[in-house]
Structure formats: C-alpha cells, structure tokens
C-alpha cells in the first residue's frame, strides 16, 4: 500500500521533444486548446482520478523497492515534466534532455514503468465507465444507445409487424472475426494479471468495506502489481504464428463461452416475445470467427500444419468447454426418481432400468451417458493426449456423435424431463448455457477463414492448367478466356492433378492448405472453414481461380451442374478502383450459370469483404470511407437486381485510419439496405483485449454490434430523405479533392518514401520480434506493398495519425471556398447524415490524439535537411487546415465534444505518453547508428508496445 504522502507514478493528474541540438518547436495550433474539460467534467471524473492515484501509488512504490531510487526519482521527474510541458511551462527539450545518453538499462524500466501506468489507465477508465453506467440504471435514465435495451424500444416505437421482422432477421448474423495483429504481443500471464486487478478493483468500489478489509483488498491489488512489474510485458523471441493461435483462443475461457451463448439466448427470447409470429429461428445470432492460421496473404508462415493446428484447438476448446459443462450437470442435477416423475425417454438416454435401483438419478446417469458419447467423439477427432486414461476408461463403448446437432438433440431431451417437472428455474440456468454454447460452437468453436491474395492464386492455377495440359500460359489470357477455361473446369469432376504430380513449392504448398481445410471439415463440420477470401480481387477469374483450388481439394464439388460447397467464395474489394468495380465484378459473376447455382444453393447469400486499410492507403481518409459507402450502394443495388441476399464483412482495423473508431456509429452509418440483418466485421490486435479481455466488457460490445445491426436492419438509419441523390453527388466532388491532396503528398512528392521510412519506426516494426507476419507484401519499397498495419503503426507511433485525416481539411476548404451556404450544408449533413457525422467524429478522435510537437521531434531522424522540411511543413499546414475545417463544421472548437470517454482519456494521461515517445525516438536515433544491441531492440519494442496499449488503438 502507498505510503502517506508519498507520490506515485501516477499522481497529479491534472506536450512536446527534437532530437539533441534542435531547438523545441511548438505548433500554431495546440491540441490541448482543442480538448475542453470543465468543472462539471473533472468532477465527473474525480472517482477515475481516485483509482488512478490508488493504482500509480502502488505502482510507484513497486518501482522504488524493485528498480531502485534512482529509476523511480526519474520516473518522477519525467512524469512532473511531461504535465509542465503540457501547461506549456517549459519547453519540451527539457524533458527529453532527461533521456539523452541514458544508459539503456536505466531507460528499459522508465520505459516499463510508464507502460504498466498505460495498462493501469485503461483499468481504471474501463472501471469508470462501467460506474457512469451504473449510475445511470439506478437512476432510471432511458437505456443508453448501443444497448439492446435501447434498440426494442427503437423497434417499438417504429411499430414493427411480425413479418417484417421475421423477414429481415430470418437469418440473422452477428460474426465478429478475430485477426492476429502485431502490436498485441502481451503474455497470457500479463492477461490474467490485469482481469484480477480489474476484479478486485470493482469488489473494492462495489462494496462497503470496512478499514481492515480494505487494507486486505488493496495489499491483493499490490500482489498482482507486483508479478506484473516483475513479469515482462512481452516475449523475447518473434511471436510465432502459433502463439497468436493460442492468443486468440485465450478469449473464449475469458468470455466468449459465458458471455455469446447468454447473449443469443436473451435477444432471441425478447424478440420472441415481443414478435411471436416472426417465426425467429433457434440458430444463435452471434456467431464467432476467426483469421488466425487461415490467414496467409502475405504471410509466409501458414501452411497445411498450420491450418490443422487451428482448426484442431479450436475444436478442443469448444469439446472441452462441453465436457466440463456436463461434468457440472452431472453433479448438479441431483434429482431422485423417487421424487420426480422420469420419462421413460430420460431413462432410455441413460441407458437404465426406471426399475432399477442403482437408476435413482436419472439426470445424472443420463448426462454421463451424453458425456461418454462426447468422450468418444473426442477420441475418435483428436490424438490420444486430449483424453485422460480415466476418461477413455468411461466412453464404455458408447457411439461418438455425428455432429453436434445429434449433441444437442440429447441435452433437448434433458431440458424436456426437467420442464416437465416444472423445474423451468433449473432448465434454464447452466443447462440452456450449454445448449446455447453448443448451437453457437459446435464442435468446431469458430470458422477459420481461408485469405490469400489474387496474385498468388493466378500463378498456382496456371501452373495446375499447364500441368493437366488444359493451357500452356495462363497468365497470358484475356479476362473472358480465363473465364471460359476456368467455367469448363469448374463444371466438370476432373481433377487437375494427381498424388504424384510434381509442382512446384508454392503450388505444393497452396494445395496443401485447402486440403487440410478440407480434412477439418470432414471431421469438424462445414462451419470449422465457411470461407474463402480473396485479397485484391478485380475480376470474375479472381473469383474463379479460387473454387478450382477449392475443387481440387474436394470442398467443390460440380455435381451435374448443380454445385454443391460448403465454403463461400468472398472477394475483397481493397483499393478504391476495386470498390467501384465492385457491383460490375458481382453482377457479371452471378452471370455464370454455375456459381449463381452454387450461391442458390448456399441459401442464396453472397458475401463480399471490404477492405478499409489499403483503400485508405491507397487515397486516404474521406476519399476511401466514400468509396466504401458507395461501393456499398452499388452493391446493395446489384444484389437486389439478381435477387440475392447480400452479407457485407468489413475488414476494419482498430485505427480509425483502417476503418476503426466506435462500432455502434460505424455500423449506423452504412448505406440503407447494407446490413440486412447480418454483418460479419474483424476485431484486431490491442483492440480485441480492449473489448473482449473479460465478461463484462465482452457484454457490453458485443450487445453493441448486435444492436446497431439489428437497428440498421429494421429501422431507417441514414436520415437523408430526398437529399441523398444530392449529398451522394456533393461527397463525390469532397472525396475526390481528397485525394487529389493526400496523393499530392503520399504518391507524388519526390522522397515522401524516404521520409516515410525514416521519421517513423517502420523499419524496426519489421526488423524486431513484432508479430508473425512480414511487414510488407512483397520486398519491395514501395507504399502499395506495405501491409496496411505497419502503415498505420508507424504513423500512429510518431503521432503524426495521418491516414486518420490527411487530405480532408484541404478538401473542405476547396468545397465551401467563401460560400456559406456550402458550409451550411456540410453542417446540415453533420446535424441528420450518421455517415457524415461518423467520419467527422473519427477524424476528431484521431486529430487529439496526434501531436505535431512530437511528430517534429521524429521529423529530425530524417537525414535529408530539405526533405524533411518540405513534407512537415506539407503535413503541419494540412494539419491546421484540418481542424479549422472541422471546427467550423462542427460549431465547436472542441475535438472531443461527443466522446466523454475519450476526452477524459487524452486531458488525463496524454501527458505520460511523452516520456514513452521521446525515449522511442532517442532509442531509434541510437538503433539506427548502429548501436543494435538486444537490450536496444527490446527498449524500442517496449516502446511500441506501451503506445499501443496507451493509445488502444494503434494498428
């Protein structure tokens, strides 16, 4: 426990650093102004200051008795000055002087210690939130938005007919997709670490303690404080594609199996009940997916191994989850014979006499029977390590399952006998979790994507076309050649190769991977690999390309021209020309007789990806979010032409620079008939333990996404009216100026490359142990090869956030000139258009978590004088340019206005991301001249890793 009146690390709640010998600079505008907390707000917040002070107190002391006084007094100093700089009392270069020549091993704990501050702060803020809820509900305010609670009311006050409802939702989906990501590196013991802080601090502001208990609770938190400090954050050694499987799955224990099935069954109880005739079907709306393993665009690290691998744990953990479930029943159903009435059906599923003496509880008899079935199953699906020896002993001959449809059937049968006994109570507590958990994961936990890119897909299938003799060259046919030779292929059973055909490594290996796909659909049922996406698609043959694979594997199957495929084939239009072909590629596509077959028979549903990142790379930020709005409308349209069931899955990253920022906005803001009721969206990196490290969290968001598509389904969301034709039109003209200027600096101004590399940690994101998968696509320079992440990464990390925002202030200022009545209608758009309002919102959050100060500061690591120069001069006057315009569209100079939660965050302890920045870019300096040692590389690796978890949404 703190002692009295000794500072912590985080004390004093209440900006800027260039390389040695370079003078501070300060910018004309200064975010701070653009950020205003008043009175009302701080004392709003005075109890996350509480926590804040109880949490950097122990820290604190943490520090001092394990790194020693000298680490902690500069800790201290640091901390003091980085508010000082933010009041604008002293310049910036005073506190970076303070890490000049530092010897890195005093830096690597100051770096630690204001990274565990970050991991604290999101505790606390997080803490916070759930109060100011609480507040609310004891209050009996109205539901909030985004809650499920809002949305019936929203439904019934649209007065909603049965039909309707049952039409849109019939086969509703809600499929959050987790993806690995390189700034995530953090331990499962980091992760358990923070769940016990977070659980005893909400014991500890949830219950009247008395003095001595909360010494108790508050010595408990020191103990968890303590492992963290002397646990590293993150691993020595590349995180391998392996270990972000096991990451990913870490989730489901943590929530997914308490918090999804829960979930499932309340929105499909209240809709019932409110819609009795909607006819809703059983099927869970909240589905999980997953990238992780399946995922190989660019990633060189996937292969047949690795698919087998994930496919494989995920399947154990959902088995395992099931087995543990009906050990628990087991014990819990208690009931005897003698005081209940048992059906004979009950007796015939345990395998018992109701004559018999030794079959007094039935329940428990009948779930052990349904246990040794499951044990057989995982037997014969797993090796013969997943069982114990005392758990082969019990299978005792029974019959594995089919699939879990014959699982569920059995525990239906458990639920009927208790209901019959009117034990509806004891129906309805674990045993309906476990029924639900296994309508939602199966056998299979998750569907595990396919990605690869069209490139890669092109050369193996030429190569497989030469080989069967079909086509020498391939790759030298026009479109509508590929397209008839690929059709003759996919229409017929022959196979392209055989067991002893000798390819090459990369056909070798492409083949490899959909058929053990294709193995863990034969044994974990079609959900385990429901898709494959193809990155850069831009054609018919794209789409085509990919089925032959598919088809070589056995998962397409021709069938007399009504195919059959268990797994859909989804484009992913990327760049903003392939956004606007979009709607062409799908209509000329469904033209081809078989795949329209193929989508018939997959429930008429076809599914098309959008890629927020590399559009965004691609023409920055206001030009690719219009693109993906009207590439939506095109699509929406050309869905409705050919009478099919559209499914949109939108690869957004945690940045608001990759189709990030708040979900519920996000999801509201799509065009009318864009959701339909199904929605498939990728959660990433830092933002994943953000939302879903623990149950209350993964409620809370995932309620969330669950209601803004159920809105967006059923209620008209876009506000436009008859103005839509005109601000369609209006934004056309926006996003092209757009462009137009974030090109002039990214694709056109000579060295921006140069400057790119060096004023950002680009380099060093791939050259250190970040993530599995290489940086860029291919080894080249340029920025179309750069993976979207590391493009974005960098800009985030040197707090220059320019994919969140470059090119629009110019492209306002454009439009409206001197013309107040075009102002007018950009701020009419911003009061009723969500789009419009959610761009501008998202935008806000980016331009006050960007610091033009700091971004100097890594402008000086660039060699060439005038370069540097030349392209921070173009991105401080663009910055400038950016939030007059939005102020003035706004009506507010404050950035935050709308985002409580975030303004608390940036005024807070924005300040002690300084110390992290500046010790980032005097690492860097030393790195780059040649001081490339582990200890250096690992300092420069904390730093990245406490910005991102500081910024919660870095990549």
């Known amino acids: 426990m703190p002692r009295p009146g000794c500072p912590g690390i985080l004390d004093g709640m209440s900006e800027t650093a260039p390389a040695r010998g370079v003078p501070d600079w300060r910018p004309s505008i200064s975010i701070v102004d653009h950020i205003v907390v008043d009175d009302e707000g701080r004392a709003l917040t005075e109890p996350l200051r509480e926590d804040i002070r109880l949490l950097g107190g122990i820290l604190g002391d943490v520090v001092r008795e394990h790194s020693g006084r000298d680490v902690f007094d500069l800790v201290e100093s640091a901390r003091v000055a980085a508010f000082r700089v933010r009041r604008n009392e002293i310049d910036r270069t005073e506190l970076a002087d303070m890490f000049v020549d530092l010897d890195v091993s005093t830096a690597v704990p100051v770096i630690r210690a204001?990274?565990?501050?970050?991991?604290?702060?999101?505790?606390?803020?997080?803490?916070?939130?759930?109060?100011?809820?609480?507040?609310?509900?004891?209050?009996?305010?109205?539901?909030?938005?985004?809650?499920?609670?809002?949305?019936?009311?929203?439904?019934?006050?649209?007065?909603?007919?049965?039909?309707?409802?049952?039409?849109?939702?019939?086969?509703?989906?809600v499929i959050p997709v987790i993806t690995a990501h390189p700034t995530e590196t953090r331990r499962r013991t980091v992760f358990e670490a923070q769940n016990r802080i977070t659980e005893l601090m909400r014991f500890r502001g949830r219950t009247e303690l008395m003095p001595d208990e909360d010494a108790e609770v508050t010595e408990s938190i020191r103990r968890q404080i303590l492992t963290l400090?002397?646990?590293?954050?993150?691993?020595?050694?590349?995180?391998?594609?392996?270990?972000?499987?096991?990451?990913?799955?870490?989730?489901?224990?943590?929530?997914?199996?308490?918090?999804?099935?829960?979930?499932?069954?309340?929105?499909?109880?209240?809709?019932?009940?409110?819609?009795?005739?909607?006819?809703?079907?059983?099927?869970?709306?909240?589905?999980?997916?997953?990238?992780?393993?399946?995922?190989?665009?660019?990633?060189?690290?996937?292969?047949?191994?690795?698919?087998?691998?994930?496919?494989?744990?995920?399947?154990?953990?959902?088995?395992?989850?099931?087995?543990?479930?009906?050990?628990?029943?087991?014990?819990?159903l208690s009931m005897s014979a003698r005081l209940i009435?048992?059906?004979?059906?009950?007796?015939?599923?345990?395998?018992?006499?109701?004559?018999?003496?030794?079959?007094?509880?039935?329940?428990?008899?009948?779930?052990?029977?349904?246990?040794?079935?499951?044990?057989?199953?995982?037997?014969?699906?797993?090796?013969?390590?997943?069982?114990?020896?005392?758990?082969?002993?019990?299978?005792?001959?029974?019959?594995?399952?089919?699939?879990?449809?014959?699982?569920?059937?059995?525990?239906?049968?458990?639920?009927?006998?208790?209901?019959?006994?009117?034990?509806?109570?004891?129906?309805?507590?674990?045993?309906?979790?476990?029924?639900?958990?296994?309508?939602?994961?199966?056998?299979?936990?998750?569907?595990?994507?396919?990605?690869?890119?069209?490139?890669?897909?092109?050369?193996?299938?030429?190569?497989?076309?030469?080989?069967?003799?079909?086509?020498?060259?391939?790759?030298?046919?026009?479109?509508?050649?590929?397209?008839?030779?690929?059709?003759?292929?996919?229409?017929?059973?022959?196979?392209?190769?055989?067991?002893d055909a000798e390819l090459s490594e990369l056909a070798t290996k492409e083949l490899g991977i959909v058929r053990a796909a294709a193995r863990a659909v034969a044994t974990f049922g079609p959900a385990a690999v429901p898709n494959y996406i193809i990155s850069m698609c831009t054609s018919v043959s794209d789409m085509l390309e990919a089925l032959i694979l598919l088809k070589e594997a056995g998962l397409y199957d021709p069938n007399d021209g009504t195919p059959r495929c268990t797994v859909r084939v989804v484009p992913l239009f990327e760049t903003i020309e392939?956004?606007?072909?979009?709607?062409?590629?799908?209509?000329?596509?469904?033209?081809?007789?078989?795949?329209?077959?193929?989508?018939?028979?997959?429930?008429?549903?076809?599914?098309?990806?959008?890629?927020?990142?590399?559009?965004?790379?691609?023409?920055?930020?206001?030009?690719?979010?219009?693109?993906?709005?009207?590439?939506?409308?095109?699509?929406?349209?050309?869905?409705?032409?050919?009478?099919?069931?559209?499914?949109?899955?939108?690869?957004?990253?945690?940045?608001?620079?990759?189709?990030?920022?708040?979900?519920?906005?996000?999801?509201?803001?799509?065009?009318?008939?864009?959701?339909?009721?199904?929605l498939r969206i990728t959660e990433q990196g830092e933002i994943i333990a953000a939302k879903y490290a623990e149950p209350v969290a993964a409620r809370r968001n995932l309620e969330t996404l669950l209601a803004a598509t159920i809105e967006s389904s059923l209620l008209d969301t876009e506000g436009?009216?008859?103005?839509?034709?005109?601000?369609?039109?209006?934004?056309?003209?926006?996003?092209?100026?757009?462009?137009?200027?974030?090109?002039?600096?990214?694709?056109?101004?000579?060295?921006?490359?140069?400057?790119?590399?060096?004023?950002?940690?680009?380099?060093?994101?791939?050259?250190?142990?970040?993530?599995?998968?290489?940086?860029?696509?291919?080894?080249?320079?340029?920025?179309?090869?750069?993976?979207?992440?590391?493009?974005?990464?960098?800009?985030?990390?040197?707090?220059?956030?320019?994919?969140?925002?470059?090119?629009?202030?110019?492209?306002?200022?454009?439009?409206?000139?001197?013309?107040?009545?075009?102002?007018?209608?950009?701020?009419?758009?911003?009061?009723?258009?969500?789009?419009?309002?959610?761009?501008?919102?998202?935008?806000?959050?980016?331009?006050?978590?960007?610091?033009?100060?700091?971004a100097h500061r890594y402008a000086q690591l660039v060699p060439d004088e005038e370069l540097r120069d030349k392209v921070f001069g173009m991105i401080v006057d663009e910055h400038e340019r950016t939030i007059a315009m939005c102020a003035k569209i706004t009506g507010t100079d404050d950035l935050l206005h709308d985002n409580a939660a975030l303004k608390r965050s940036v005024y807070n302890r924005f300040p002690y991301l300084e110390p992290l920045n500046l010790l980032q870019v005097e690492l860097l300096r030393r790195f780059r001249a040649g001081e490339d040692t582990p200890i250096v590389r690992r300092g420069i690796q904390l730093t990245m890793n406490g910005l991102a978890t500081a910024l919660r949404n870095s990549g």
């Open 341 to 499: 009435d048992a059906s004979d059906t009950l007796f015939d599923l345990a395998g018992a006499d109701a004559d018999d003496p030794g079959a007094d509880e039935p329940f428990r008899l009948a779930l052990r029977a349904i246990r040794s079935r499951l044990l057989a199953t995982a037997r014969d699906m797993f090796d013969d390590d997943f069982l114990t020896s005392s758990e082969e002993k019990s299978i005792d001959g029974r019959q594995p399952y089919g699939d879990a449809a014959e699982l569920l059937a059995d525990l239906d049968v458990i639920d009927g006998a208790l209901r019959a006994n009117n034990d509806d109570p004891i129906a309805d507590d674990r045993l309906l979790a476990l029924r639900e958990a296994v309508r939602t994961f199966g056998f299979h936990l998750s569907g595990l994507d396919m990605r690869q890119n069209s490139d890669t897909h092109e050369e193996v299938v030429a190569e497989l076309l030469a080989w069967a003799g079909v086509h020498p060259d391939y790759a030298s046919l026009e479109e509508s050649a590929r397209v008839e030779i690929l059709s003759a292929e996919l229409s017929a059973r022959r196979p392209l190769t055989s067991p």
């Open 229 to 332: 400090w002397q646990t590293a954050l993150i691993r020595l050694e590349r995180l391998t594609i392996q270990d972000e499987i096991r990451s990913g799955l870490r989730y489901y224990d943590a929530s997914f199996f308490e918090v999804v099935p829960a979930i499932n069954t309340a929105v499909r109880a209240a809709l019932r009940s409110t819609y009795p005739d909607a006819g809703l079907a059983d099927d869970p709306m909240i589905r999980m997916g997953s990238w992780i393993g399946g995922d190989r665009d660019g990633n060189p690290f996937v292969n047949s191994d690795v698919v087998t691998l994930a496919t494989t744990l995920a399947a154990q953990a959902a088995v395992g989850h099931h087995l543990s479930e009906l050990e628990s029943l087991a014990q819990e």
């Open 720 to 854: 436009l009216g008859d103005e839509s034709d005109s601000a369609y039109e209006i934004m056309d003209d926006i996003a092209a100026k757009a462009r137009a200027a974030y090109s002039r600096l990214v694709h056109e101004t000579p060295g921006f490359v140069e400057y790119f590399t060096t004023s950002t940690p680009l380099s060093e994101i791939g050259a250190l142990n970040i993530g599995s998968r290489p940086a860029s696509r291919k080894q080249t320079e340029k920025i179309s090869d750069l993976r979207a992440i590391p493009w974005v990464l960098s800009w985030t990390q040197s707090r220059v956030m320019l994919p969140g925002w470059y090119g629009t202030g110019s492209a306002f200022e454009e439009w409206v000139a001197d013309d107040p009545d075009r102002l007018e209608t950009l701020r009419r758009y911003y009061a009723k258009w969500p789009f419009f309002r959610t761009v501008m919102s998202n935008m806000a959050q980016v331009l006050a978590k960007s610091d033009m100060g700091l």
């Open 578 to 678: 392939d956004l606007q072909q979009g709607a062409q590629t799908l209509l000329a596509v469904l033209d081809v007789p078989f795949y329209r077959a193929m989508v018939d028979s997959q429930n008429g549903i076809q599914e098309i990806m959008l890629g927020y990142s590399d559009s965004n790379k691609d023409g920055g930020y206001m030009a690719a979010n219009w693109a993906l709005y009207r590439a939506e409308l095109d699509l929406v349209d050309a869905a409705s032409q050919s009478g099919i069931r559209l499914r949109l899955f939108h690869g957004r990253g945690g940045t608001v620079g990759r189709g990030g920022g708040p979900s519920y906005d996000a999801i509201l803001a799509q065009p009318p008939g864009a959701v339909q009721g199904s």
């Open 114 to 173: 204001f990274s565990h501050f970050a991991l604290l702060a999101n505790l606390a803020e997080d803490i916070h939130r759930e109060r100011r809820r609480a507040i609310h509900v004891r209050a009996g305010d109205p539901p909030q938005d985004s809650s499920l609670a809002a949305t019936y009311r929203k439904l019934a006050d649209a007065g909603l007919g049965d039909d309707e409802v049952g039409r849109t939702l019939s086969d509703a989906a």
